[in-house]
């Protein structure tokens, strides 16, 4: 199969390449290919007397899947050219609401879906690492992001877009080195977005003298049903970015008002918020928190604007460049695009300005309407952060598996506490918890494990592939130290309960002094992985000589009470020597986590 014709080796890798993409993505390229080759002439060939409907709507559906496959391609490019920068970014997004507002802006912008953003903001919330409060002007700053693609689209410059996927394809599949390959693309996305609306204003071409259809287009000065039409509209294709594209290439044609496309905009505002709704169903109650808030906030933004299309109208044709050197329709197709972008933006700008004085409010109302529920640990548990919806952009969801491998070290923080508790205590309440807690640790493991293997079938950097090398050996460390606690500490303990002996003073050292040594350094561990934090690490490392004297102090203590021994100090001795060997294999699985997190030439 020669496709797009070429010379066979860019054949080969183009296909290999395409064999790589999730099945989802396949069907629509390949539905896109088979959309071109049953032809695409519009514009004069087809008239308001000969309307051709199966053409034309061929037309609409195949610029739709190229514009939608285009946003995907670019947004693939970006996400994997600025990775490491996004890692950055959201490290200091919890500053303050600005700070928050401005990430969440970039990183919509970059992966073109409000829908991760919220994601992410839940997992940040649940994780701690922002309150609710924070989290909204991250979910504000999302809407601005989402104007990205409107400005783009209303440059109109479909003439260069088949040069702009030429080049593109030529860099992304005939180059050797990354950065090219990213760049190049980012210019295809750019271009089949650029072609898809060309296509689309094609295919409605024959509409400007089709008396019914302006008819209806008529009808969308009416505010209320242009908002209706242009929510039911974005909750379908599932992209506002979509609705608003459309839009704008409509006005490119004449086919709408200015006044008409504000509130199309406004609808696919209120749409996008459907997507976030349904997606929240099932999940925790911070998602259904985040999702009420992207309701709330543009919701309210298109009912106090509402009463406002004509100042916004009259704000946008003052600032947005004019024609006048021609009339008519010809000049309304020249102006209202860019007009229909800038309000899109101003809008979207304002209200966000606007409202991130009253995130303290919102949160409050949220917080008030969907509260927490009181859930009963299970034996069994669900990851907390692990998110289908980031597995498309890799350096976003390694984030979330070092909060999930930290997530696994906090449990099995809690374990060797309540070992130490049930051990001096003789508790076998405790001793049983300790169990049904590495149950939990080996259920995260194998979540965690699955979801790296489903994100090692994206195309990733270098980086991103030894990151998840990384989060594999974190996340089998931990799984280890939790078998050690279980197994064979917890073994431990209940055979001094069933032979009643008691707790000598070399147990008591090793659990307060030894003990109380190895939860700082499994502390600072779960610090370093979940904050990817240098410092934690380096303490880790560095508490090696003061584990070794608490170690030589317990032998000490240990050494003397051998001359009082009788047969069942013997007995003890030996379980003593079992529980110190089992502490110093915990610290080595603690090192080992630390030095992956710190890079050698960053070491104390």
Not at 29 to 43: D, K, P, R, T
Not at 311 to 334: C, D, F, K, M
Not at 412 to 436: A, H, W
Request: net charge neutral; glycine share 8%.
């Amino acid at each position: 199969m020669k496709l797009l014709g070429g010379p066979p080796l860019i054949n080969r890798r183009f296909l290999t390449a395409i064999n790589k993409l999730p099945l989802k993505r396949q069907l629509l390229f390949f539905s896109i290919v088979l959309i071109q080759f049953n032809g695409s002439a519009y514009g004069s060939e087809t008239t308001a007397q000969t309307m051709n409907w199966s053409q034309m709507s061929m037309g609409l559906l195949g610029g739709l899947a190229l514009f939608l496959f285009g946003m995907d391609q670019m947004s693939d490019a970006l996400k994997s050219a600025l990775g490491d920068k996004m890692k950055v970014l959201l490290a200091n997004l919890t500053r303050n609401r600005f700070s928050g507002a401005l990430t969440g802006a970039f990183v919509t912008a970059v992966v073109q879906s409000s829908s991760i953003t919220t994601v992410l903001v839940v997992g940040f919330v649940s994780a701690g690492m922002m309150t609710m409060s924070q989290s909204i002007g991250m979910i504000m700053g999302a809407n601005v992001g989402t104007t990205i693609t409107a400005q783009i689209v209303a440059f109109q410059i479909e003439e260069a877009a088949l040069g702009m996927v030429a080049i593109g394809f030529l860099m992304l599949f005939a180059s050797s080195q990354e950065r090219i390959k990213h760049y190049g693309g980012m210019l295809m996305g750019l271009g089949l977005i650029f072609y898809g609306m060309g296509l689309i204003g094609d295919a409605m071409y024959p509409l400007r003298s089709y008396e019914p259809f302006l008819n209806m287009m008529n009808r969308m000065d009416q505010p209320l049903l242009a908002i209706l039409f242009g929510a039911i509209f974005t909750a379908i294709v599932q992209s506002s970015s979509a609705t608003t594209a459309i839009v704008i290439t409509m006005a490119g044609q004449g086919l709408i008002s200015l006044e008409a496309g504000i509130v199309l905009a406004f609808g696919a505002n209120i749409g996008t918020c459907i997507t976030a709704q349904l997606a929240a169903i099932g999940k925790s109650r911070d998602a259904l928190r985040a999702a009420c808030i992207h309701l709330f906030f543009n919701l309210g933004g298109v009912l106090i604007w509402l009463p406002f299309t004509s100042i916004l109208a009259y704000w946008v044709v003052n600032i947005s460049p004019t024609h006048p050197e021609l009339e008519g329709t010809a000049r309304l197709a020249a102006e209202v695009p860019r007009q229909i972008a800038n309000a899109h933006s101003l809008f979207n700008i304002i209200n966000t300005l606007v409202f991130i004085g009253f995130t303290n409010y919102l949160a409050k109302l949220v917080e008030w309407l969907v509260p927490l529920k009181e859930v009963e640990e299970k034996l069994i548990i669900r990851p907390q952060y692990l998110d289908d919806t980031l597995i498309e952009t890799p350096a976003l969801a390694l984030q979330r598996v070092r909060l999930e491998n930290a997530r696994m070290g906090e449990i099995v923080y809690q374990m060797l506490t309540e070992f130490r508790k049930g051990t001096l205590s003789q508790s076998r309440s405790k001793l049983e918890s300790v169990r049904e807690m590495d149950d939990q640790v080996d259920v995260l493991e194998g979540d965690i494990l699955r979801y790296l293997g489903t994100l090692r079938q994206q195309s990733l950097t270098e980086q991103e592939s030894a990151n998840i090398e990384l989060a594999m050996i974190i996340a089998d460390e931990f799984e280890s130290i939790g078998d050690v606690i279980e197994t064979d500490l917890t073994n431990l303990a209940y055979r001094a309960l069933d032979e009643n002996i008691k707790p000598t003073d070399t147990v008591r050292h090793i659990h307060t002094k030894l003990g109380n040594q190895l939860l700082d350094a499994l502390s600072a561990t779960i610090r370093a992985v979940k904050e990817e934090d240098q410092s934690s690490a380096n303490d880790v490392i560095n508490m090696q000589v003061e584990v070794d004297h608490l170690i030589k102090q317990a032998l000490d203590i240990q050494s003397q009470a051998l001359a009082k021994v009788g047969s069942k100090q013997i007995e003890a001795i030996r379980m003593e020597m079992s529980i110190l060997e089992s502490f110093k294999r915990i610290y080595t699985f603690l090192k080992r986590i630390a030095r992956k997190v710190v890079p050698p030439e960053v070491r104390e």
